[in-house]
């Protein structure tokens, strides 16, 4: 097996198949280039035991939508990082510990979408990308247009309906002036710049967690995270690095290795009045007795990789109580 002949995370069940691109690179795994997912890439084992597995009949049209959602969220534009698709975050989605979003919440987020899209043009949307259900977290394009009716029918946007036998469809939507003064006061705005992860890296459990939990909770309260990608010695700090932690709408620092790194990133952040988030495996957290720095004053998010839904409602609140979105 060198080349894919589909998207093994939504089958193109709804779309994708125009930009569709699947090979395998040096590391083994494959990498996939999909109109609806995104850009990803994705393990051996997680295709053959999953993905394209004639025995999962677990991954039923809904839970595919789930994966490309998680995918299409977890992806930095402009990064050459790309999220990971393995095994434990098809089991997340299989066991349903990964649920989709709200109906609220995605229509908040499509309201957002089609303002971004039609403020870049300068016109209205001429139809929804093919995309748009998986960015919003929708179980299926019709799904989605439902939604956009909904938008329509609150006049938040405007748009002509151009539903046919085969599905609800809408063309020449644009938020009216009621939807861009929702999107101004209940959304805020994307950070310029992204928030910064420090962390060790290959430890499995530590990295999925990141990829299926961290990033998708933070952009859920409209943030990007950005992975550090390494962790220089105190004085050998680079000065990009340090450009990245000063301009971050927050940090967070992951101490499960108890990474000399993440603390010195920390506190060069902290001394940038740039918010701090700790986080910490239980298992280690358990074993030390609390971390050995002094973070006491600081929050600190105990997380278990069986246990997303805590971590995440701890972020979400944590994020809204102590990190403004800044403006570079
Ligand atoms: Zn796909």
Redesign the pocket.
Known sequence: MNDLTR?P??H?QYG?RKVFQGYRIASGDFRIK?G??GDFDVSEEAIEDYLESAHETRLTPIRRALL?HLVRVAQTPGSHEFPMVKRDMIERVISGSVSAPSASAQAAEALRIIGVESKASGDPIQHLPEHFYAAIGAANPDSAARLVGDLIARGLLRGLDASSMSGRAYINVEPTLTGWEAIAEHLAPKPMAPAIIVMKFNDPELDAFVDDVVKPAAADAGFLVERVCESPRAGQIEVAMKQKLAAAPFVIAELTHQNSGAYWEAGYADGKDVPVIYMCRQAEWEANGGTHFDTSHHETIVWRADDPDAFRQRLLAVLKNSVKPRRR
């Open positions: 998207c995370l939504c193109h994708g999909c609806v997912c490309s």
